[in-house]
């Protein structure tokens, strides 16, 4: 039981550890917790995750561990030459089965008000619809009127040369301003995918002719990495998802460049057009007619 006390306080320490060293937005080499909380609702499912589960578990957990223990030690055949012949304890039967249903009712009671900040979005300041296709994403922006953006993935020497993760950073990320909630639409073309973030905690299945919901607002700019957790084919690794989280300018900008009209032509060419128009076109030149005859004496 030392031995065990021992090696729980072991990993503590080395989740402590791992913790306090976690990457924003993306995973960590030889980390054991989850992601750090870049949103709300993964502060809200963290907090369930550590405080409601992880001690539900271990009682758990600790409790069959030593009853097992008891069992083998108290109750085997050198220690207990005589086995005991009843069959049925009422009062035994009647607590294993209330006390699960105590159990199930408490982490329901979290477990509901978790699931209904999922689906209870505040007014959302922007929509994106993100669309799953074998295999990449599109990213289009209804209310910005700017039609799809293809994200592909970067291949290993592109994601080497940017210094970026390999297989989770794209060529054309989405990109979100910071401090708003963002609505995102989830769908697919072919087959199913799901759109999962942990930083932010999404993770919502890309159905084709479905169109789900889900909804997040980035508490800090950066870069933050997901990918489709969807098994959709032989490609399916390379499915990367990026979200750039920028300031409210940087954002209005980005709008800006994606919706500014085409340059216009030059102004050598507009002034020769201009020219053209205004010049009358000559007349054609006419032969006058000749004069009549002087009539025969």
């Known amino acids: 039981m030392l031995t065990g006390v021992s090696a729980l306080a072991a990993t503590m320490m080395f989740a402590g550890q791992a913790l306090a060293q976690d990457l924003m937005g993306q995973p960590t080499p030889g980390a054991i917790d989850l992601q750090p909380a870049a949103s709300s609702l993964k502060h809200e499912a963290i907090w369930f995750h550590n405080i409601v ?15 097992i223990i008891w069992i083998v030690i108290r109750y085997n055949a050198k220690a207990n030459p005589v086995p005991a012949k009843f069959s049925h304890n009422t009062t035994i039967e009647i607590i294993w089965t209330v006390v699960p249903v105590i159990i199930l009712m408490v982490i329901a009671i979290f477990s509901f008000r978790l699931l209904f900040a999922y689906n209870d979005m505040p007014k959302p300041y922007l929509t994106v619809k993100a669309t799953g296709y074998q295999w990449y994403w599109g990213y289009e922006y209804p209310d910005q009127k700017i039609s799809e953006i293809t994200s592909l993935p970067l291949t290993q020497a592109e994601a080497v040369a940017k210094k970026v993760p390999y297989l989770l950073a794209a060529d054309k990320p989405m990109v979100v301003p ?26 919502t299945d890309a159905i084709p002719g479905r169109l789900n919901e889900t909804w997040f607002k980035a508490e800090k700019i950066g870069v933050y990495y997901g990918q489709c957790s969807e098994l959709c084919g032989s490609e399916h690794s390379n499915m990367p998802i ?22 216009a032509a030059p102004v050598a060419d507009a002034a020769a057009s201009a020219a053209a128009v205004a010049t009358p076109v000559a007349a054609p030149a006419t032969t006058p007619a000749a004069a009549p005859a002087a009539p025969a004496v």
């Open 242 to 263: 990026e979200i750039q989280v920028v300031s409210q300018a940087d954002f209005d900008a980005w709008v800006q460049s994606k919706t500014a009209p085409p340059a």
């Open 178 to 203: 910071v401090n708003q909630v963002i609505r995102v639409q989830v769908t697919a073309a072919d087959v199913i995918h799901a759109f999962a973030l942990p930083a932010f905690g999404l993770k």
């Open 53 to 67: 589960l992880m001690p539900i578990i271990t009682v758990i957990t600790l409790f069959v561990l030593g009853l």
